[in-house]
T-cell receptor, first 116, second 107 residues
Framework: DAGVIQSPRHEVTEMGQEVTLRCKPISGHDYLFWYRQTMMRGLELLIYFNNNVPIDDSGMPEDRFSAKMPNASFSTLKIQPSEPRDSAVYFC??????????????FGNGTRLTVT | GIQVEQSPPDLILQEGANSTLRCNFSDSVNNLQWFHQNPWGQLINLFYIPSGTKQNGRLSATTVATERYSLLYISSSQTTDSGVYFCALGGYNKLIFGAGTRLAVHP
């Protein structure tokens, strides 16, 4: 299996622009998570999906952030408009089944976003 | 919410040394995992261990759920063990990450 695939690996954009991050989970995994990592706040859970349905988006910082999962093999995280404080590494992760049944979380390689 | 404390925050070892990393948590959980973030930023799952002991090569982990702590043991450390080790735990699906232990192994 190719693992969780994220694109792009790096994104540099100007403040005010729209940014779209993409993720392909591991085939067969029915849970998908978006995390953000910064030096100040560490790893934060933004939102997670189960069977393509958003379950908990309480970590999404504000309305400028939105996430979708149109099918089992694709998810996007969109920031519109972007701001310099959104600069971070964004990780997508997936797991199979309920986490109580030995379902380790697998991360993609992340997207490093820089907003100037 | 769940509080996760990892110690020590930083650790420097000579190659070949052993070490123990600790994760304390505030509430009972049914999902605890250890991760290694290598110097290139990749997050690798090491253990899924809500209770008991598991071993994988030079690494092993023990979770004592009743006392709300987990330990990660690294034996005969190698330079490739360098990076940040995270403990993550929570309810069924919502994992909360600790601040991590930054490990540097010198040759």
């Amino acid at each position: 299996d190719a693992g969780v695939i994220q694109s792009p690996r790096h994104e540099v954009t100007e403040m005010g622009q729209e940014v779209t991050l993409r993720c392909k989970p591991i085939s067969g995994h029915d849970y998908l998570f978006w995390y953000r990592q910064t030096m100040m706040r560490g790893l934060e859970l933004l939102i997670y999906f189960n069977n393509n349905v958003p379950i908990d988006d309480s970590g999404m910082p504000e309305d400028r952030f939105s996430a979708k999962m149109p099918n089992a093999s694709f998810s996007t995280l969109k920031i519109q408009p972007s701001e310099p404080r959104d600069s971070a590494v964004y990780f997508c992760a997936s797991s199979s089944g309920a986490a109580s049944y030995n379902s380790p979380l697998h991360f993609g390689n992340g997207t490093r976003l820089t907003v100037t | 919410g769940i509080q996760v404390e990892q110690s020590p925050p930083d650790l420097i070892l000579q190659e070949g040394a052993n070490s123990t990393l600790r994760c304390n948590f505030s509430d009972s959980v049914n999902n605890l995992q250890w991760f290694h973030q290598n110097p290139w930023g990749q997050l690798i799952n090491l253990f899924y261990i809500p209770s008991g002991t598991k071993q994988n090569g030079r690494l092993s982990a023990t979770t004592v759920a009743t006392e709300r702590y987990s330990l990660l043991y690294i034996s005969s450390s190698q330079t490739t063990d360098s990076g940040v080790y995270f403990c993550a735990l929570g309810g069924y699906n919502k994992l909360i990450f600790g601040a991590g232990t930054r490990l540097a192994v010198h040759p």
